[in-house]
């Protein structure tokens, strides 16, 4: 039976294999949690570029409130997969959503990382089950699924795969919780998850919309942040249908209108030229010719905004 080599509460050396967008994210979250971070990717610029990530993210969790000793210089970029894993309390793996890629680092972290370390993969999509074949420890091995910006979204989903243990999992959500994260522990392991396939039928019915000359990017764009999006940070799909029954809830809601309106098509239109066409020049005008870093310190803005109402609310 696998045992933890130290408690949630207790970390305090943190190893993330990665350095791109998610990768960093943890990183600089990791690292305003107060704890020491120990990174490695196989990139020759990885600890340049990754001090970059850093550094863009950390007035934002300067704004937000930084742990007790928090600062960016417990980073260390290792040389090595296995000097960054060797003396790690907990691993976070981020690399590129390739499966073949995916299982052999995570056999590699298992080889090197102590036998009571718990390993989270930030996978969008793949099953646990599937990446752990070739480990020689699979039972420490757990998705550990951000939203990104790592650093500020606070949604992670916890599954294990087959050969993952149930302690191992609770230690993970634990874990992922004193960082502050908000955790849904899976019931069983689904592709995607639960929050990248309700994103994914949103995407797929606007792309319908763009093909068929419905709506413009930036009319959906418009409909979501002024419409609905307003409402998710604080209710759900199903208690927004429960609070458009009125005094009968979701129940005269369902009476009402029923779960097969001909409102939604999960389906993917085909990417067409003329529809890649609509969307990149759609994201163009709705970006005003804005760099992504402005883009993103837009974004990191107003999430900051919403997370202090949504605290200053009590929610």
């Not at 793949?126 to 699979?138: F, N, S, V």
């Not at 039928?201 to 979501?224: C, F, K, N, S």
């Not at 209108?257 to 389906?267: A, E, K």
């Not at 974004?299 to 997370?307: H, M, P, Q, S």
């Amino acid at each position: 039976m696998w045992q933890p080599s130290v408690a949630p509460g207790a970390v305090d050396r943190i190893a993330c294999v990665g350095a791109g967008v998610i990768g960093g994210g943890w990183v600089a979250h990791f690292l305003a949690r107060g704890h020491r971070v120990t990174a490695w990717d196989p990139a020759p610029d990885a600890g340049e570029r990754l001090r970059r990530i850093v550094g863009a993210a950390w007035p934002a969790l300067e704004s937000l409130g930084l742990a007790d000793g928090a600062t960016p210089d417990r980073l260390t970029v290792a040389a090595t997969l296995e000097e960054a894993v060797a003396d790690a309390e907990f691993v976070q793996e981020s690399a590129p959503e390739n499966l073949a890629l995916k299982s052999d680092l995570l056999a590699r972290i298992d080889a090197a990382a102590p036998i009571g370390v718990v390993v989270g993969s930030s996978t969008s999509g793949y099953r646990m089950t599937d990446m752990q074949a070739a480990a020689a420890h699979p039972e420490r091995l757990v998705v550990g699924h951000p939203f990104n910006p790592p650093y500020l979204v606070p949604l992670v989903e916890v599954v294990g795969g087959e050969r993952t243990e149930r302690a191992a999992v609770e230690w993970a959500a634990e874990f992922y919780t004193l960082t502050g994260k908000t955790v849904v522990v899976m019931d069983r392991e689904v592709t995607g998850f639960i929050a990248n396939r309700l994103q994914e039928a949103l995407w797929r019915e606007a792309l319908h919309m763009i093909a068929d000359g419905a709506a413009t990017v930036a009319q959906i764009e418009t409909a979501v942040t002024a419409g609905p999006g307003l409402r998710w940070p604080f209710h759900g799909p199903s208690t927004t249908f429960h609070l458009a029954g009125g005094e009968g809830g979701i129940a005269h809601a369902l009476d009402h209108f029923g779960v097969d309106g001909p409102w939604t098509r999960l389906d993917s239109p085909p990417l067409t030229d003329e529809l890649r066409e609509a969307l990149v020049t759609g994201a163009a005008e709705v970006t005003g010719g804005r760099s992504a870093a402005e883009l993103i310190a837009e974004r990191d803005r107003r999430l900051i905004a919403v997370l202090r109402a949504l605290r200053e609310a009590g929610a």
